[in-house]
């Protein structure tokens, strides 16, 4: 399978604890994006990266989450002390230097905080 | 205001009948513009870009109104696969911003 893939699908927690996320991205894709979705929502974005290089982060992400692609290839999201609020749909995306706004999104990690 | 406002439905819609979705976008420097279909507890996958011109694949027809700031999509002769949520997507600064959607469900 090449397309987007994300480890682990689905994750069960207590509140406090840390977890993290993984997302392999297409091969040749440079660009890598994180995404949160909740229930009744569309995905809302939180970070980007190009190659290895984080650009932006959104206003969602509270100092608690973390984003990494040390060498520009897979990425991770981690999120310390997670709360209840954190429960959602957590979505990766990978696209092309040719065609970034194309955006080929992974099955996602479905988080629930207890 | 949010960036971008759906009517979040749902539409109920017999099959073969014409259902068309409507968007608009707060940001007049929005570049881009697109459709993604979001299938029950799966991820969004592109549908169609959307462009002044107006595009059309197959059954679905996508239009821009810059001037308005809105966005369409047509759905004709719809099908029972045509059921799921359909999501407007407008690109702002190189970010895409991502509608609630419009959930659709094609009654047999």
Redesign the interface.
């Known amino acids: 399978d090449t397309g987007v893939s994300q480890d682990p699908r689905h994750k069960i927690t207590k509140r406090g604890q840390n977890v993290t996320f993984r997302c392999d991205p297409i091969s040749e894709h440079n660009r890598l994006y994180w995404y949160r979705q909740t229930l009744g929502q569309g995905p809302e974005f939180l970070t980007y990266f190009q190659n290895e290089a984080q650009l932006e982060k959104s206003r969602l992400l509270s100092d608690r989450f973390s984003a990494e692609r040390p060498k520009g290839s897979f990425s991770t999201l981690e999120i310390q002390r997670t709360e209840q609020g954190d429960s959602a749909m957590y979505l990766c995306a990978s696209s092309s230097p040719q065609a970034w706004e194309t955006q080929y999104f992974g099955p996602g990690t479905r988080l629930l905080v207890l | 205001r949010k960036e ?1 406002e759906q009517d ?1 439905g749902p539409f109920n819609v017999p099959e073969g009948a014409t259902v068309a979705f409507n968007c608009t976008y707060s940001n007049s420097a929005s570049q ?1 513009f ?1 459709w993604y279909r979001q299938d029950c507890r ?5 549908l169609m ?1 959307v462009y002044s011109s107006g595009n059309e694949d197959g059954r679905f027809t996508a239009q821009l109104n810059r001037a308005s700031q809105y966005i369409s999509l047509l759905i004709r002769d719809s099908k029972l696969s045509d059921s799921a949520t359909y ?1 407007c ?1 407008v ?1 702002v600064h ?8 419009t959930r659709l469900t094609i009654i047999p």
């Open positions: 971008v979040p881009s697109f799966k991820e969004p996958k592109l870009s999501l997507v690109n190189e970010k895409l911003t991502f509608g609630t959607g």
